[in-house]
């Protein structure tokens, strides 16, 4: 069965640093993992996809992260960040084995100190 | 395009009371959702469709049910409301992928902050 864990569920960081979130999933066969975005009181958006193509995924609002399948591991970084970045972030994994049914992680807080 | 959206936006319910809460999207996606979220819980699947008229349960399904008779909407309904029901809910909806199965990104709707007293 696929699943995933979310290292962190908190990271803070100061505005301009590096910020990196990070993701751990477990998967049968070829997964597909995302990246999703909520600020508060808000839906979740789309940050970034992987689909078996690239394995450094580019996404919205300088965003990446790299499916590294040695290390299972799917995490989030961003050189800089900016105070609109602070937002519960979530990943995501679907495979053939859960019919494509996605799981979700329990999500990481971000918070960006000025 | 209005993307996903959801009726009502908050709703306080007492205890044993029945409701709707309404989702519809509007870009003709075959495969929709309910999920529940609850602190440090993430989100949990409630119920999903794979397209009009079929429907199936996910993770935390008991004390909800849905129908799904057009492709544009997907109402979910709390038969008689209790206290560990209060969260928030998303509907979201997709488009499928090869098979008819889900492989791609979802779109979610504003939610619904439900509180049952």
């Known amino acids: 069965a696929q699943s995933v864990t979310q290292l962190d569920s908190h990271v803070s960081v100061s505005e301009g640093t590096p910020v990196l979130l990070r993701c751990n999933y477990s998967s049968s066969y070829s997964p597909s993992l995302f990246w999703y975005v909520q600020h508060p009181n808000k839906g979740l958006q789309l940050l970034l996809k992987y689909t078996s193509a690239a394995t450094l ?23 800089s960040a900016h ?9 995501v994994v679907s495979d053939s084995g859960g019919s494509y049914i996605p ?7 971000l918070i960006v100190h000025p | 395009n209005a993307g996903v959206t959801q009726t009502p936006k908050f709703q306080v319910l007492k205890t044993g009371q029945s409701m709707t809460l309404q989702c519809a999207q509007d870009m003709n996606h075959e495969y929709m959702s309910w999920y529940r979220q609850d602190p440090g819980m993430g989100l949990r699947l409630i119920h999903y469709s794979v397209g009009a008229g079929i429907t199936d349960q996910g993770e ?10 057009t492709t544009e909407d997907f109402p979910l309904r709390l038969l008689s409301a209790a206290p560990s029901q209060t969260s928030v809910y998303f509907c979201a909806s997709s488009y499928s992928g090869l098979a008819g199965y889900n492989y791609n990104e979802q779109f979610f709707g504003p939610g619904t902050r439900l509180t049952v007293l």
Do not use: Q, W
């Open chain 2, 60 to 69: 935390v399904p008991n004390g909800y049910n849905v129908s799904r008779s």
């Open chain 1, 57 to 79: 995924v580019k996404g919205i609002n300088g965003f990446e992260a790299e499916f590294k399948k040695s290390e299972t591991s799917f995490h989030l970084t961003k050189p």
């Open chain 1, 83 to 91: 105070m609109s970045d602070a937002a519960e972030y979530f990943c």
């Open chain 1, 103 to 109: 799981t979700f992680g329990r999500g990481t807080s």
